[in-house]
């Protein structure tokens, strides 16, 4: 089968056609707030599927994809929840407030790349989450590294927003320069900290993956303790949902 994957997240929603073995290369792009029924079909139209697999963070676009979807083409179309068959338990008191893509990074670090591990996701918020024993435990939320510098921007007279680039120096000889520095070491410093907590709780030292935008800039910096860099995850994730769910 050729499954429609789509991973409806805050900022960018992406589609992506897989199948029970790989993603294959092609790859869609709109802007979540963009979703209508024009922008899915023409981001669409040279594609073709067997069944539709949503996961999704934003409600109301969900339900806009879902109808749209149907009036471009009558396939099978279902979404990842916690229902959902997963390929691993979950340890978590309300499984229901557990985001649709958090589980789908889990879905694929587990079957990736085994049991301890922890995803770091940089998107609109950066997330951790802790599969263990093959089982979903929890994880952490913190502020995305965007919202750091949107914010510094949007809230001081002076200060511009940055483009964010691996710093020259600690020592900042420019205004852009001092809030690259800040941002960037910074934000290594909040990743840090937080994998060494999470680490003192497992039983044994978990393998640690990252993904999203931000995610190589810093993992760059962090070696020692992020092992691998997987930009696609999420949609892995998503694509072995739909095998066990179709």
């Not at 079909?41 to 879902?66: G, H, R, T």
């Not at 978590?92 to 407030?97: A, F, L, N, R």
Request: with cysteine; glycine share 8%.
């Amino acid at each position: 089968m050729r499954y429609l994957l789509i991973d409806n997240s805050n900022t960018r929603t992406k589609f992506m056609i897989g199948t029970e073995e790989e993603l294959l290369p092609w790859i869609g792009h709109v802007d979540t707030a963009k979703i209508s029924a024009e922008t899915i079909a023409l981001v669409l139209e040279d594609q073709s599927w067997d069944a539709v697999y949503l996961c999704s963070v934003v409600p109301a676009k969900a339900l806009v994809i879902e109808a749209s979807l149907a009036q471009l083409a009558a396939k099978p179309f279902k979404k990842l929840t916690h229902n959902s068959k997963l390929g691993i338990g979950i340890n978590y008191p309300i499984p229901g407030q557990i985001g649709a893509d958090r589980l789908a990074n889990s879905i694929a670090a587990n079957s990736l790349y085994g049991s301890p591990s922890i995803v770091i996701d940089f998107g609109t918020a950066v997330t951790f989450d802790i599969i263990d024993d093959e089982k979903y435990q929890g994880g952490v939320i913190a502020p995305g590294l965007g919202a750091m510098t949107d914010y510094l921007a949007t809230k001081t007279a002076l200060l511009p927003k940055i483009t964010l680039t691996e710093p020259e120096s600690s020592i900042g000889k420019s205004t852009e320069k001092a809030m690259d520095i800040g941002a960037v070491y910074g934000y290594r410093g909040l990743v840090r900290e937080i994998i060494t907590e999470l680490i003192k709780e497992l039983e044994s030292k978990p393998t640690v993956i990252c993904t999203g935008g931000d995610g190589e800039l810093i993992t760059d910096g962090l070696p020692d303790l992020i092992h691998h860099y997987h930009p696609s995850i999420t949609l892995e994730g998503i694509r072995i949902a739909a095998t066990l769910n179709f």
